[in-house]
């Protein structure tokens, strides 16, 4: 190699590392995208009866589709159906009574009172006749002082009779008391919650769907003693689906909620989703494990939810994400829940 050819090489490579150095130092606009890198998160819930009974029906299986107000188990309602029929016939008998004494008294009834009440005076009348005869005959000797005796103790009794006989008389044509029928209120009061309350019981003998979901694990099987505390069912929720995601400090004044973003996954390349910031945790922790490096495990960061707009399914849990945030878009402070990102369909954190 000539030695112009060995200053050319050497020329060039100084050259080349002159552009380096140049390009590592010129100045970098700032990036108006902010990636995150996440996991997907839903809800689930725990299905289970309001009481215990050994269950019937089981109407769904892992990985059904579900919607709110669907009729998923049953347990045995027998008993349940003979405790609201005593109940109701409890509440039928009382409505009869409290009828009965709001109707007052009939006047068959009356009738009745009055004409017992006049038989027994007429009773009255003639055992008094018959001792004031013999009251003055038994000092002449005509009648003997034990006929006297007897003669006044009917006399007494026909006018205790009579006492009796007027005073029901009396009450037949006042009719009952305004307490009595009162009582009797509270009494058929009591009788219909006791029998609202046995059909809410047999009511809750199937259990329903809480929400539009998916049937992730059917814990028991027909036959199985079931109560409030086992649940039947675990499902997960179709709505709201976020991804958990993590700012950095000096990220966190550059979002606030409301604000779009695209979300990616690795299982639908290509696939863009979009969502909106609904949550900013208040307060910072350190860097997750799972998504920490070795270069922020001292780093703090905060807690973000990206909602998810007509998932489609398709974003189950725990599966990891990529968060695209415009951070050029305009603030709405009109709409900080993020209100209208997804034409109307936005949740709620």
Partial sequence: MTRHKRIAILFLIAVCAGLAFFWQRRPTRPSHDLTLYGNVDIREVDTAFYDSGRLGKLLVQEGDVIHRGELLAQIDDGRFKDALDAANAEAE??????????????????????????????????????????????????????????????????????????????????????????????????????AALAAREYRDTKLYAPADGIIEDRIHEPGDMVSPATPVYTIALTNPVWVRAYVPETDLGRIYPGMKAEITTDSFPGKIYRGWIGYISPTAEFTPKNVETPDLRAQLVYQVRIYACAADRQLRLGMPATVTIDLLQKESRAAPRGAGACGGHAGKG
């Avoid at 009738?111 to 009251?135: E, H, I």
């Avoid at 005509?142 to 006297?148: D, G």
């Fill in 93 to 194: 008998n009382q409505k009869q009574i409290l009828a009965a004494l709001k109707a007052g008294t009939r006047p068959a009834q009356i009738a009745q009172a009055k004409a017992n009440m006049d038989a027994l005076a007429a009773v009255y009348k003639n055992a008094g006749v018959t001792y004031r005869r013999l009251s003055h005959l038994t000092p002449a000797g005509v009648t003997s002082v034990q006929q006297r005796d007897n003669a006044q103790s009917a006399f007494h009794n026909a006018q205790q009779n009579y006492e009796a006989a007027r005073q029901a008389y009396v009450l037949a044509v006042e009719g009952p008391r305004a307490e009595d029928i009162a009582a009797a209120e509270a009494a058929y009061n009591a009788a219909t919650a006791k």
